[in-house]
């Protein structure tokens, strides 16, 4: 046990390393995810998937979202931060970047999400 967690460490510092190849990582994950979310029904399943994928949202939203957005974190996930984005003032052009940004990939997550994601 002790070494998985090792394992899973490791590959938490190397999200955090490796910013842009972290968020094609964390998007593999949830496509993954959300097939199994809508194929089995389990509370269980659920909550170990949420383990898994939390904590390496958490650092992609941190390290990437704070540089492609210019600011520091407000919210743990990137999915809170989207939402955010997405009610932003677009008259400003920082504004209108984030809110941009946070179109296009709350579309790409709706693809996979029959609920709407964000």
């Not at 999200?15 to 496509?31: G, M, T």
């Not at 170990?48 to 492609?68: A, E, H, M, R």
């Not at 210019?70 to 999915?79: A, K, N």
């Amino acid at each position: 046990m002790s070494e998985l967690l090792t394992h899973y460490f490791d590959l938490l510092a190397w999200l955090a390393a490796n910013p842009v190849k972290s968020f094609v990582v964390l998007l593999v994950q949830y496509i993954i995810i959300m097939k199994i979310h809508y194929k089995v029904h389990n509370v269980y399943y659920h909550a170990i998937l949420s383990i898994w994928f939390l904590p390496q949202d958490f650092i992609v939203n941190t390290v990437l979202f704070s540089i492609i957005g210019l600011e520091y974190p407000r919210e743990y996930t990137v999915t809170s931060r989207l939402k955010r984005w997405k009610k932003l003032q677009v008259n400003q052009p920082l504004g209108m970047w984030r809110y941009m940004v946070a179109t296009k990939l709350c579309n790409i997550l709706n693809m996979f999400d029959k609920d709407g994601h964000c």
